[in-house]
């Protein structure tokens, strides 16, 4: 079974083989989790980015599905890019949460990576609510069929931290 740390921090910094990024379906940066990523792993992304568009996601990365490119100037070997879904009071998107998961650690076995950082996906601008956006992201970690040794939640602010703590048990 997978080990699941919490980090409180910055996920640009983590010294992982992947990290994930919560990103628009543009793939070509944005606010956030995507922008930190996109300006401190540099213009090598962004070129992996456009070459994604280029190549396979003319229309765009859909919701719930992951890709990697190189992670540029980052510590890190990869970044995963994944396009969480925006939060609905009318409609129950918590399948496609999940799926940014699943998918992000699936192509992390692709990749041979062995630990991966996550961001709290879909939890800021796209306004998931922190509490079910952290029970989500525990269990389907948790139940994930996968070669990754060890994932990392890495939040940002204090609150996020302890959600997700409280997520863990």
């Not at 890709?67 to 879904?85: E, K, N, Y």
Request: negative net charge; charged residues 20%.
């Amino acid at each position: 079974m997978v080990r699941v740390t919490l980090v409180q921090g910055d996920i640009t910094t983590q010294h992982v083989d992947a990290i994930v990024n919560a990103a628009n379906s543009s793939l070509l940066g944005g606010g956030g989790v995507d922008g930190a990523i996109h300006r401190r792993g540099g213009p090598e992304i962004l070129a992996a980015c456009q070459d994604l568009r280029r190549s396979h996601y003319g229309k765009g990365l859909p919701t719930g599905r992951a890709v990697a490119t190189t992670a540029g100037r980052l510590s890190a070997r990869w970044v995963i890019h994944t396009v969480g879904p925006v939060w609905s009071r009318d409609e129950d998107r918590s399948e496609l949460l999940a799926s940014c998961y699943r998918e992000s650690l699936r192509v992390a076995d692709e990749l041979g990576a062995r630990t991966v950082a996550f961001p709290a996906v879909s939890t800021g601008v796209y306004g998931w609510p922190m509490d079910d956006g952290a029970r989500i992201a525990v269990e389907t970690v948790r139940a994930a069929a996968t070669s990754v040794e060890e994932v990392y939640f890495v939040l940002y602010d204090p609150v996020a931290y302890e959600t997700f703590a409280t997520a863990l048990g």
